[in-house]
């Protein structure tokens, strides 16, 4: 019976020491699991395609993402200084784009670098190693993390191996650029051109006072000049001025017609000179004005009467011109 009862208690003591070992192993993998929840880690990293033939200012790209467990974060102040220099390589940016999610934070960091070197010869050279600083935002105890992105080594080509000897030997002649088809170009140019000088004869047709152009020098178009120039002299205007203003527009009118014309012939005018019908109304009242200043003593507003006849030769030139 007691030695039973000695087997049956090592037997307790075996069992209890094999449970402890259990719950020991359970609660140490329970740890590092949450351990392993609790830090930051890189999760991608794409280093540059080409790790030779890298010549002096090469843009080398590291992408890389970094997972972020909350409350932790990756401050601004804390990442690489653009323009830093470390043995020819300058990091020349640094972009950074942030996509929090329920407990964890990613952060995906775009490094630029250029290499600077003054090597003859290819040699290597690293992006150097960046520590990421990973701090906790609400303080609440949590350790300070750092995560190292490891360095990348490639082989830095000098653009010309050797001398100016060397330079010299291999010069290559320029090349001969080619031609480029603008045939189209030049007819829309040719087109262009020659509306230009249209628009810029039709203006000039149009407003010309001069009798230099041809087709310019008409009876209306003498008219308005001489009417014009009336006009021009001293703000003070008599009755004599708008006397000879009506004279002038008579005369015009009489070359155009023939002969003298009278208001009782202004339809045979109009039938005579169809590009003046549609001034008919005016022409018509510039008459019966014109019957009444010549023939009568009372006295006008001589400036007034003088502007409007300058306006009115001005349309007559244009019927006389066909516009």
């Not at 090592?10 to 949450?34: E, N, P, Q, R």
């Not at 039709?202 to 230099?212: C, K, P, R, S």
């Amino acid at each position: 019976m007691k030695k039973f009862n000695h087997h049956f208690s090592s037997l307790l003591i075996g069992l209890t020491f094999l449970m402890s070992a259990v719950l020991s192993m359970h609660l140490s993998a329970k740890d590092a699991a949450d351990s392993a929840l609790n830090k930051a880690q890189i999760v991608s990293l794409s280093n540059p395609s080409s790790s030779y033939g890298i010549q002096i200012g090469d843009e080398l790209i590291r992408k890389i993402i970094i997972k972020v467990p909350l409350p932790f974060e990756l401050n601004a102040n804390d990442l690489p200084k653009k323009g830093k220099k470390d043995k020819g390589i300058e990091l020349t940016s640094i972009d950074v784009e942030t996509d929090t999610q329920k407990t964890h934070t990613f952060y995906t960091l775009n490094l630029r670098y250029q290499p600077f070197n003054t090597s003859a010869t290819p040699v290597v050279m690293r992006l150097p190693v960046e520590n990421f600083r990973i701090t906790d935002a609400k303080k609440s105890g949590n350790k300070t993390q750092i995560l190292a992105l490891p360095a990348w080594s490639f082989w830095f080509s000098p653009i010309v191996t050797g001398g100016i000897e060397t330079a010299e030997k291999n010069l290559q002649p320029d090349v001969k650029p080619p031609l480029v088809a603008n045939k189209k170009d030049q007819i829309l140019l040719i087109v262009f051109a020659v509306l230009s000088i249209g628009s810029l004869l039709t203006f000039v047709y149009i407003n010309a006072d001069g009798q230099w152009l041809p087709f310019t020098g008409g009876a209306f178009a003498r008219a308005h000049r001489r009417i014009k120039r009336l006009s021009k002299k001293p703000l003070t205007k008599t009755a004599k001025e708008e006397k000879q203003a009506l004279v002038y527009l008579h005369e015009a009118f009489n070359q155009h017609y023939g002969a003298n014309i009278f208001a009782r012939d202004i339809d045979h005018f109009i039938q005579l000179r169809p590009t003046f019908k549609k001034m008919k109304a005016d022409i018509e009242q510039f008459f019966d004005y014109s019957n009444h200043s010549l023939y009568t003593i009372e006295t006008n507003n001589s400036v007034k009467v003088i502007e409007r006849l300058l306006t009115l030769s001005k349309q007559l030139r244009h019927c006389e011109r066909g516009i």
